[in-house]
């Protein structure tokens, strides 16, 4: 019983299979295990990160802006059409995090960028 599948939906560890399904005694909720594998797989996918036009981005990726991008304390705004080269994906609301020639150290946002 190394096994054990706890409830997806009160968490209880005590579920037990009941022929094809899994069944809670604390909530009485039903389940299929194979159902569940197949949700966290699209969950997964769900999860990548993806550029304007819905192309999946990856780590060493190059990429490019696909609008003027104003920069806080900067000068001038970065200009759409800006190659940037060896992303690194990361989590949290600006995803991308690279290094621009002649700008430096930046993090930006998937949805500005296009996969070159």
Known sequence: MSDQIACPQCKSPYAYSNGSLMVCPE???????????ADERSEEASKAIKDANG??????????????????????????GTKVKNIRLTDGDHNIDCKIDGFGAMALKSEFVRKA
């Open 27 to 37: 909530c009485n909720n039903e389940w299929s295990p194979e159902a569940d594998q």
């Open 55 to 80: 192309n999946i981005l990856q780590d060493g990726d190059t990429v490019v802006l696909i609008k003027d991008l104003p920069v806080k304390g900067a000068p001038k705004a970065l200009k759409a």
